[in-house]
């Protein structure tokens, strides 16, 4: 069984960098590009761990992070920012 890893971030080179990373170690890998994807994926597969950008176009990362830990409690979650 492969892990999952959901990958949600704005910058599509960079989830496409990282994406390409995780396939090639034999995971699974989601992505979502922006808020509206996030909360589609959320009623799809629950990923083992997601990569969860603070700043995105429609949404606020903790506002995104408090949905995703009701919905997918056991999923394990970090917030990466390109912002100081």
Do not use: C
Not at 6 to 17: A, G, K, T, Y
Not at 39 to 55: I, N
């Amino acid at each position: 069984m492969k892990h999952t890893i959901l990958l949600v971030d704005d910058q599509e080179d960079f989830r496409h960098l990282l994406s390409e990373n995780f396939r090639a170690r034999g995971y699974e890998v989601l992505e979502a590009g922006d808020g509206a994807s996030l909360k589609a994926a959320l009623d799809g597969p629950q990923p083992e761990v997601a990569l969860l950008d603070l700043r995105l176009p429609d949404a606020d990362g903790l506002d995104l992070l408090s949905m995703m830990k009701r919905q997918w409690p056991d999923t394990e979650v970090i917030v990466l920012t390109g912002y100081a």
